[in-house]
T-cell receptor, first 114, second 113 residues
Framework: GAGVSQSPSNKVTEKGKDVELRCDPI?????LYWYRQRLGQGLEFLIY????????KSGLPSDRFSAERTGESVSTLTIQRTQQEDSAVYLC????????????FGEGSRLTVL | AQSVAQPEDQVNVAEGNPLTVKCTYS??????LFWYVQYPNRGLQFLLK??????LVKGSYGFEAEFNKSQTSFHLKKPSALVSDSALYFC???????????FGAGTRLAVHP
C-alpha cells in the first residue's frame, strides 16, 4: 500500500485480556517505530526497530508490553494482561534509514480497556 | 539523552494574524528537528524538518520554522493564520547519535475567525 497500515483501528477489550496490534510499514522503509498517545497528550516512545539490529526497547512501560518485527516487514505490538491505563491510541510509523528521514505515521489503533 | 519542550499547551490566534508555536530542545550533539501536525481523529502529518544549512526552513501549508542554535529553539511560524490551521502541533528531535525520534507534549493551535 501507499501508506502505513495499522489494524485493528479500534479494539475494546476487558481488563486482563491480551491484545495484539499490527503495523504494516511502507515498503522499503527500514525503520519502524511504535508510540503511545493517551487522550489529549503527547506521543510516548515505546520501541524502535531498524533492520535486523537489536530493537531499542527503552520506552516499553512494563514487561507486559512486547513487540516483534521480522526483517523489514510487519510488526506486532502485544500487550498482555491489559490494564485500564493501557487505554490509548497506539501509533506506528516507518521511515528510511537516515537521521534526517521523516516518519510516516499510520492512523493508529485505538485501544479501550474496560 | 535528548528531550524537547513545548512550553505552551495552547496558542490562540485570530485568522489573518501571524502565529508562532514554540519549541526548545536538548541534545548532546547536532540535532535533527521536525514539526508534525495532527488534525482531529487523524494520524500525524509531517510539516518540515531541519537537518543542516539555512536556519529558516520552509514546509507544507505555508509553515516555516527557524533553527536557533544558541537558544536551542525551533519555533514554528506562519505569516497569516487560517481557521483550517487549527490542530495539534508536535515538535520532535533526533540526536545525531540516536535513531529514536522524541516528541514534545504538543501545542494546540486555535485560530479564530
Amino acid at each position: 500500500g501507499a501508506g502505513v497500515s495499522q489494524s485493528p483501528s479500534n479494539k475494546v477489550t476487558e481488563k486482563g485480556k491480551d491484545v495484539e496490534l499490527r503495523c504494516d510499514p511502507i515498503s522499503g522503509h527500514t525503520a519502524l517505530y511504535w508510540y503511545r498517545q493517551r487522550l489529549g497528550q503527547g506521543l510516548e516512545f515505546l520501541i524502535y526497530f531498524q533492520g535486523n539490529s537489536a530493537p531499542d526497547k527503552s520506552g516499553l512501560p512494563s514487561d507486559r508490553f512486547s513487540a516483534e518485527r521480522t526483517g523489514e516487514s510487519v510488526s506486532t505490538l502485544t500487550i498482555q494482561r491489559t490494564q485500564q491505563e493501557d487505554s490509548a491510541v497506539y501509533l506506528c510509523a516507518s521511515s528510511y534509514l537516515a537521521p534526517g528521514g521523516e516518519l510516516f505515521f499510520g492512523e493508529g489503533s485505538r485501544l479501550t480497556v474496560l | 539523552a535528548q528531550s524537547v519542550a513545548q512550553p505552551e499547551d495552547q496558542v490562540n490566534v485570530a485568522e489573518g494574524n501571524p502565529l508562532t508555536v514554540k519549541c526548545t530542545y536538548s541534545v548532546s550533539g547536532n540535532p535533527y528537528l521536525f514539526w508534525y501536525v495532527q488534525y482531529p481523529n487523524r494520524g500525524l502529518q509531517f510539516l518540515l524538518k531541519y537537518i543542516t544549512g539555512d536556519n529558516l526552513v520552509k514546509g507544507s501549508y505555508g509553515f516555516e520554522a527557524e533553527f536557533n542554535k544558541s537558544q536551542t529553539s525551533f519555533h514554528l511560524k506562519k505569516p497569516s493564520a487560517l481557521v483550517s490551521d487549527s490542530a495539534l502541533y508536535f515538535c520532535a528531535v533526533r540526536d545525531l547519535g540516536y535513531n529514536k525520534l522524541i516528541f514534545g507534549a504538543g501545542t494546540r493551535l486555535a485560530v479564530h475567525p
